[in-house]
């Protein structure tokens, strides 16, 4: 069946089984994942601690194989590419914040935020001048030549956001973004990922637990017992 009023998805997951370990250690974490992300929308992903959320986020990115299903992105039959493949597509479409930042200490904040275009063989001025424009973007132009060490938490984690949206990311996957935050930087963070990550042509899709920043999504799904078990659009206060 098809209806021409759907939103067209930007990711698309469908029967997604995946176990680690083998024998009487074997568990199965994804039990059948079906799951649609559509273009321009924030998509939250709740769920227990342990209930699979990075493993499902890793899957998207095609970092990790996975046993059973399909997913696409974008259109590409991600799950079907060889892993080089899907390395390659990955660069050039997707962004990845992580929970604990992963910046590299001995880099500099732009040179961090410059690395994905340095792997697609961008050249060094261009790289780290695109970095600078990005830093600029979230608020830490004056803190380019800073080290991570010598940033605040909630720096760090923006020039994590930089180092993801620094290749202008179709999907932006963010793997509990504030955990590591205080409240107001928690809060801050996702108004800069909902003001430079969400677009028309875009989406992100962020795992959390952190209600205080449930309002800031379009939807929120559910993952429990491996699978999606709800999904409920988020009504923000004060907005039609
Ligand atoms: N590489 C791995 N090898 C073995 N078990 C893993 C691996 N990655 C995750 N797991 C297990 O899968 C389950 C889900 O983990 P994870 O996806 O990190 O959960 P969440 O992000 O929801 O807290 C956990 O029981 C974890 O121990
Ligand atoms: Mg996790």
Excluded: W
């Amino acid at each position: 069946m098809t209806d021409h009023h759907t939103p067209s998805a930007a990711v698309s997951l469908r029967g997604i089984v995946k176990s680690f370990g083998t024998g009487d250690t074997k568990v199965t974490v994804l039990r059948g994942i079906d799951l649609d992300i559509y273009l321009g929308e924030m998509l939250l992903l709740v769920g227990e601690s342990g209930g699979g959320k990075t493993t499902l986020l890793s899957a998207i990115a095609g970092i990790l194989d996975i046993d059973e299903g399909n997913i696409d992105v974008l259109g590409v039959p991600l799950s079907a590419l060889p892993a080089g493949k899907r390395t390659t597509f990955r660069g050039q479409t997707m962004g990845f914040i992580y929970q604990q930042f992963n910046l590299l200490p001995a880099l500099t904040a732009a040179e961090n935020v410059a690395v994905p275009l340095l792997i697609q063989r961008i050249n060094r001025s261009e790289a780290l001048r695109r970095a600078r424009v990005m830093l600029d973007r979230v608020g830490l132009g004056d803190r380019a030549e800073f080290l991570p060490k010598s940033l605040s938490g909630g720096q760090q984690q923006r020039v994590a956001i930089a180092r993801a949206l620094v290749n202008e990311p179709r999907l932006l996957i963010c793997d509990e973004p504030t955990a590591a935050l205080d409240g107001p930087n928690g809060q801050k963070i996702m108004e800069l990922l909902r003001e430079v990550g969400r677009a028309p042509d875009r989406c992100v899709v962020i795992v959390t637990h952190d209600s205080r920043i449930f309002h800031f999504g379009d939807r929120m799904a559910n993952l429990t017992d491996g699978r999606i078990v709800g999904i409920e659009t988020i009504t923000r206060e004060g907005t039609a």
